[in-house]
């Protein structure tokens, strides 16, 4: 499908609310759920199973540069699927979003997030970035050849974070030892023509990306890179270019919670993507990126806390995208 060029562009407008007020929101959804005692630590890596489960860190960034934070925003975990955006958008930024969207996939899959079934079914095996199957191929799809993939994924992330993220030795030893589901699809993958290199250094690149350090700040300032057409409202530095910033919240907006994506968007109205670190990110387009931190996952692998702090901002905030007014109030 072409787009037409000979309508105007716009984009939807509007800002965070008054810092005070900000402030006061981000308290509020803190204070409100650190103590709520659902969900678990995620079992999939040993190293994951290990984290304090009482951990609980918030923060948004505004397009401006503003950082509001509360609790451990600052405590550093394993990025884990919270990768897979950011690396589509230099899958994007390296075949374009139409080829991406053609050798990738972008639609839902309804299925666990490591589901191979969902390799099977699909055409040519295309899944969407933001499960396994797909965010391998997207990691696949990195440019140059051999190790200088692993040098552009890094560079995209940390340029993404504004500042250089380094490997979790631990989680990495831990993942690269058991990752046996995510061996099945890459091979799998490869039978089906999907991928852009060896299957192995795919698997290697999609672990290491997952095994990246991060914090709750860092997050968010990824998410409100998003939100500011691909530029990072604090270090100033074109990361994106910004008409790929809209292919990439698309698939957030899909599949960034899996299978519990429809119940997100119902509950959020906005495009994220969660990991098995416990961590979420959530964009408002125009506005600016929250993040949060909380290790107690659901069974889709989703941050309880997590999710019930993004429903509480996106509300207290006015970023919910789906929510409208009658114009005519006040008048």
Same mark, same amino acid.
């Given at each position: 499908?072409?787009?037409p060029?000979?309508?105007?562009?716009? #984009?939807?407008?509007?800002t965070?609310?008054? !810092?005070?007020?900000?402030?006061?929101?981000?308290a509020?959804?803190h204070?409100?759920?650190?103590?709520?005692?659902d969900?678990?630590?995620?079992?999939?890596?040993?190293?994951?199973?290990? #984290?304090? =489960?009482?951990?609980?860190?918030?923060?948004?960034?505004?397009?401006?540069?503003?950082?509001?934070?509360?609790?451990?925003?600052?405590?550093?975990?394993?990025?884990?699927?919270?990768?897979?955006p950011?690396?589509f958008?230099l899958?994007?930024?390296?075949l374009?979003?139409?080829?991406?969207?053609? %050798?990738?996939g972008?639609?839902?899959? $309804?299925?666990?997030?490591?589901?191979?079934?969902?390799?099977?079914?699909?055409? /040519?095996?295309?899944?969407?970035?933001?499960?396994?199957?797909?965010?391998i191929?997207?990691?696949?799809?990195?440019? /140059?050849? $051999?190790e200088?993939?692993?040098?552009?994924?890094?560079?995209?992330?940390?340029?993404?974070?504004?500042?250089?993220?380094?490997?979790?030795a631990?989680?990495?030893?831990?993942?690269? !030892?058991?990752? *046996?589901v995510? %061996?099945?699809a890459? *091979?799998?993958?490869h039978?089906?023509?999907?991928?852009?290199c060896?299957?192995?250094?795919a698997?290697?690149?999609?672990?290491?990306?997952?095994?990246?350090?991060?914090?709750?700040?860092?997050?968010?300032?990824?998410?409100?890179?998003?939100?500011?057409?691909?530029? *990072?409202?604090v270090?100033?530095?074109?990361?994106?270019?910004?008409?790929?910033?809209? =292919?990439v919240l698309?698939?957030?907006l899909?599949?960034?919670?899996?299978?519990?994506?429809?119940?997100w968007?119902f509950? #959020?109205?906005?495009?994220g993507?969660?990991?098995?670190?416990?961590g979420?990110?959530?964009?408002?387009?125009?506005?600016?990126?929250?993040?949060?931190? !909380?290790?107690?996952?659901?069974?889709?692998?989703?941050?309880?806390?997590?999710?019930? !702090?993004?429903? *509480?901002?996106?509300?207290?905030?006015?970023?919910?995208?789906?929510?409208?007014?009658?114009?005519?109030?006040?008048?």
């Amino acid at each position: 499908m072409t787009e037409p060029s000979d309508v105007p562009a716009h #984009v939807s407008t509007g800002t965070l609310p008054r !810092a005070d007020d900000v402030r006061r929101v981000v308290a509020e959804a803190h204070r409100s759920y650190r103590d709520v005692p659902d969900g678990e630590p995620s079992g999939v890596y040993p190293a994951l199973a290990a #984290v304090d =489960p009482d951990l609980f860190g918030i923060c948004v960034v505004g397009v401006d540069g503003q950082t509001f934070a509360v609790g451990d925003a600052d405590h550093p975990f394993a990025l884990m699927s919270v990768a897979k955006p950011f690396v589509f958008a230099l899958a994007c930024q390296s075949l374009g979003p139409a080829e991406a969207r053609r %050798r990738i996939g972008v639609n839902a899959t $309804g299925l666990p997030f490591n589901s191979v079934a969902a390799v099977e079914r699909a055409r /040519g095996g295309r899944t969407n970035p933001m499960v396994n199957p797909g965010a391998i191929a997207a990691a696949s799809y990195a440019p /140059g050849r $051999g190790e200088e993939k692993w040098t552009a994924i890094l560079a995209t992330l940390s340029a993404f974070a504004g500042r250089p993220l380094e490997l979790d030795a631990q989680m990495l030893a831990s993942a690269a !030892a058991t990752n *046996h589901v995510n %061996r099945a699809a890459v *091979h799998l993958l490869h039978s089906r023509g999907a991928l852009g290199c060896d299957p192995d250094l795919a698997l290697d690149l999609y672990t290491r990306q997952s095994c990246l350090q991060v914090t709750a700040r860092d997050l968010a300032a990824m998410g409100a890179t998003l939100a500011d057409g691909g530029v *990072h409202p604090v270090t100033g530095v074109r990361v994106l270019e910004e008409e790929l910033c809209h =292919p990439v919240l698309a698939v957030m907006l899909t599949a960034g919670l899996y299978e519990a994506s429809g119940d997100w968007l119902f509950d #959020v109205g906005l495009p994220g993507k969660s990991g098995i670190g416990g961590g979420i990110v959530t964009i408002s387009p125009g506005k600016g990126g929250l993040a949060t931190f !909380a290790p107690g996952l659901d069974a889709a692998g989703n941050s309880v806390r997590g999710q019930l !702090a993004a429903r *509480h901002l996106a509300r207290g905030l006015g970023l919910d995208l789906l929510r409208s007014r009658d114009a005519r109030a006040g008048r």
